[in-house]
C-alpha cells in the first residue's frame, strides 16, 4: 500500500470530475497521480472538505462523521483496494467498541470522509501501478483549480444540494 493525500480534483476534457490521489512523498508534477472519475456532487464535497470551505448544512459526508463521533466510533484508514474493469473499489476501517470493522465504499466517499476526519489515505500498490499516471501537475494549474473552486463556492447556493 502507499499513503496518498488528495491532490486535487479536475475536469477532463468531456467536462467529467477526476479525483486525483498522490503518493503523500512525491511533490507536484514528479512521481504518479491515480485518477479517478467521480461525480460532482462527490467532486464538490471532496473539495470542500480539502479546502475547509464552510457550508451552511453538513454535507452527507459531514453526517458520516457526525454519526460515527455520535456511536464513539471513528473511520482510521480508506483504501482504495483494486481496479476491476474500470471500477475503483474501496474500503473504509472503522474502529468501534466492538473492534475494528471494514465496510466497502465507493472510493469518492470513502475519501470524502477521510478528508473530513483526518483519516489516512491508501492505495494498493498494484491500483497506483495499473491505474497510475505521471504527474505533470504544475503550480499554476494547482493555482488555477483552486481560484475555480473559490469562485464555484461564491456562487453555489445551499438549494443546490437539496436532494
Given at each position: 500500500?502507499?499513503?496518498?493525500?488528495?491532490?486535487?480534483v479536475?475536469l477532463?476534457a468531456?467536462?467529467q470530475?477526476?479525483?486525483?490521489?498522490?503518493p503523500?512523498?512525491?511533490?507536484?508534477?514528479d512521481?504518479?497521480?491515480?485518477?479517478?472519475w467521480?461525480?460532482q456532487l462527490?467532486?464538490?464535497s471532496i473539495?470542500?472538505?480539502?479546502?475547509?470551505?464552510?457550508?451552511?448544512?453538513?454535507l452527507?459526508?459531514?453526517?458520516?462523521?457526525?454519526?460515527?463521533?455520535a456511536?464513539?466510533?471513528?473511520?482510521?484508514?480508506?483504501?482504495v483496494?483494486?481496479?476491476?474493469?474500470?471500477?475503483?473499489?474501496?474500503?473504509?476501517?472503522?474502529?468501534?467498541?466492538?473492534?475494528?470493522r471494514?465496510?466497502?465504499?465507493r472510493?469518492?466517499?470513502?475519501?470524502?470522509l477521510?478528508?473530513?476526519?483526518g483519516?489516512?489515505?491508501w492505495?494498493?500498490?498494484?491500483?497506483?501501478?495499473?491505474?497510475?499516471v505521471?504527474?505533470?501537475?504544475?503550480?499554476?494549474?494547482a493555482s488555477?483549480?483552486?481560484?475555480?473552486?473559490?469562485r464555484?463556492?461564491?456562487?453555489?447556493?445551499?438549494e443546490d444540494?437539496?436532494g
Open positions: 500500500m502507499v499513503q496518498v493525500r488528495v491532490a486535487g479536475a477532463d468531456s467536462g470530475h477526476v479525483l486525483l490521489l498522490k503523500v512523498d512525491q511533490i507536484p508534477g512521481g504518479m497521480v491515480l485518477p479517478i467521480i461525480g462527490e467532486a464538490t473539495l470542500v472538505a480539502v479546502e475547509n470551505a464552510d457550508v451552511p448544512r453538513p452527507a459526508h459531514d453526517l458520516m462523521g457526525l454519526m460515527l463521533a456511536l464513539d466510533a471513528s473511520a482510521t484508514r480508506v483504501e483496494t483494486r481496479i476491476e474493469d474500470g471500477t475503483f473499489y474501496a474500503e473504509i476501517t472503522i474502529s468501534t467498541a466492538l473492534g475494528d471494514i465496510v466497502d465504499a472510493p469518492s466517499d470513502a475519501i470524502a477521510a478528508s473530513r476526519v483519516a489516512p489515505m492505495v494498493a500498490d498494484e491500483v497506483l501501478a495499473e491505474a497510475g505521471p504527474d505533470v501537475l504544475t503550480e499554476t494549474d488555477e483549480r483552486l481560484d475555480e473552486f473559490k464555484f463556492l461564491d456562487e453555489v447556493e445551499p444540494f437539496e
